[in-house]
DNA sequence: AATGAATGAGTATTCATTCAT
DNA sequence: GATGAATGAATACTCATTCAT
């Protein structure tokens, strides 16, 4: 038996479990309020129960999307670890929430854009830290000589992103990529590129 | 003096960019008949004149943004050129599309999931063959040698565009990142990888 | 301590003056039961503890408007007082009210005619009975002598109500308006006019 | 054969008439747009052709309800008459104007207050402007000696004014009242009042 | 005495689309 | 080559009302 207050927790969480899903599916211009509606099996309006506008659901689905990535990665910068293991890590977490909460990840990505300027920034700061903290591990593993002296770690620590995120387009089409494959795949190519070495300084 | 079905032919085309540029800032739905009208200083109802529906359009803008690409790496795997060479031309031509006709590019990847199925099928069908054509573009490297032998070739390929992509939507934010530099450290990326090679087969 | 019936009274007096308050400042279509229950300090569907619709909320409130305007001008006919002084207690009688329960007045002269037509009646009675006791008293004042024979007595009640009643708009607003003032100088303008009398009869 | 510019004006009129009439009917919040459209025999939204919001169309009709009052006013003001030929034309005009486009003159007694703040101010000094100059003519009487000295000229414009006002109310419904009759008592009681006056100074 | 969760009907507004001119 | 005037359908949002608890 339930306590009301957990009941009222979860049924918000399940509608915008509800946004979230209508808002990936159909982007947050093409779905209609009904949609939501229509996925929980209640009538169109009823669903202003539980946020003020269709606008204010899109900026709840997204703090959902992006929350926790700032923690994870900035928990993992704090123990510092090799790079190769503090990559691993980065990029396991961060396909590992894009499995886990597809949605809300894909609508913080693609319609985040729609929610009003002054509430958008809020939610575009997470993105700025996230980039930030990598770019700064990347800074980091030079320092160390662990990775390229000549490395870009802006750009890079973008390019890794955007090939994370490029990934949750296609997971779920792709019949034969689970998880540790995408993540083992996309470590390689980001720590050892797919050239084979040439051999050097040797005599 | 222009004949009118050369004048007919630019106006057409100004009409395919103001769609472009109104749906690739506001998304296809978001974007209303009215907005592209303004952004030509025509009349709502007058847009009709050069398409029979916004889907329409939108089909066209997407064409117009995949528009070459395919024809472009498969020039390339034609000329079976070594693999840095060749990747740095698949990347510098696909990040300088996006560059020269950011809009239609950007549309096609983020909008033209809203084309209804069935003519949506004919645009995914470039989508594939560019993605398989650099997948083979990177089997023919492995088996030359020039690639290492465990690369998964697919998901590589897919990490690449997905790369590609990415910096379409940073391109302009960034300031300090001109075309060469974003394509260099890329190409780097994509063949070295950020570790410090280490030395190897050295007594 | 209370009985429960006496401060159930109580309570639903506090309703009908927050419905008589949200009427008056918003009109009737345009205040919201949850307005009324916002001034309350409880939820919306609260209110219906004490009303059984909106409709007969604003019923109530306009029958707590009209409350004692026509029992105490019929006090005062029955009186029959000089015109002088019946007219003196009749318009400090009126604007008194007017002060005493601004908002229900207000919204028994304002929003009575959005109660539908059967129930309006009864309401309308009483502005009726109010009007023809005032015509009846300056008819009587003709007939005495002390009003010129002349006046055209529907006609002077009506204005002279209206008079009153436009008061009840400016009473907050005018920083200089005390009830003594107003009805005085109401009373002058109506009994004596502005213009300078001129001298008659004199030889 | 009408210009099409000439149509157009001619049309957009009647669309603010026919706003103007439901708005006196229902009350602002009462009406909806589909009752404005219904009196013009189109469709609902077809109304958001001619004005882009209800509230709009709110303020545009009460800017033809007043429309003309101010420069009535200032004219006669400015020919300076006698008082009680000043008055005659004052009245006259005021209940005029209400008994001519009497819908639009509602509107802006009763519904103006729904025009958010901003814009209402514009709509409100009109009405102040009205209120000062009859004050003014008041007191320019009072000085030449055509009005007693005690006459409170603020509060007699404000009830003047209120006077005619009210008239706008019972107009349509009391049968025997016809413009001369209404303007001809409420000026005899405004100049004269109803008392008998008494005979003074007379040895 | 009140609330939380809904409903269902309405309502302002937007918008793709049409078409006579 | 374009416009003005509409339409009709969708759609976000409001709100009076209900009712189990």
Chains 1, 2, 3, 4 share one sequence.
């Not at 969480?13 to 209640?42: K, M, P, Q």
């Not at 959902?64 to 928990?75: D, H, L, T």
């Not at 980039?131 to 591990?137: D, G, N, P, S, T």
């Not at 000589?145 to 995120?165: F, W």
Request: hydrophobic share 45%; proline share 4%; glycine share 8%.
């Amino acid at each position: 038996m339930r306590t009301p207050a957990a009941r009222g927790k979860k049924r918000e969480e399940e509608i915008l479990d509800a946004a979230a899903a209508v808002f990936a599916e159909r982007g947050y211009h093409g779905a209609s309020t009904g949609d939501i509606a229509a996925r929980l099996g209640i009538r169109q309006g009823s669903v202003y129960y539980y946020f003020r506008s269709k606008e204010q659901a899109l900026e709840r689905v997204c703090l959902a999307g992006v929350q926790g990535f700032v923690e994870r990665i900035e928990a993992i910068a704090a123990a510092d670890p090799p790079l190769s293991e503090g990559l691993r890590e980065v990029v396991t977490g961060h396909v590992g929430a894009i499995v886990a909460r597809r949605d809300s990840v894909i609508v913080f990505l693609r319609e985040r854009r729609h929610v009003p300027r002054a509430r958008r920034r809020r939610i575009n700061t997470h993105a700025r830290r996230y980039e930030r903290a990598l770019e700064i591990m990347l800074a980091r593993a030079v320092t160390r000589g662990e990775a390229r002296a000549d490395v870009d770690c802006r750009m890079t620590a973008l390019h890794l992103i955007g090939m994370c995120n490029a990934a949750a387009v296609w997971l779920g089409r792709e019949p034969d990529a689970p998880l540790e494959r995408i993540v083992a795949t996309l470590l390689r190519l980001v720590l050892d590129g797919v050239a084979k070495p040439v051999k050097r300084k040797s005599p």
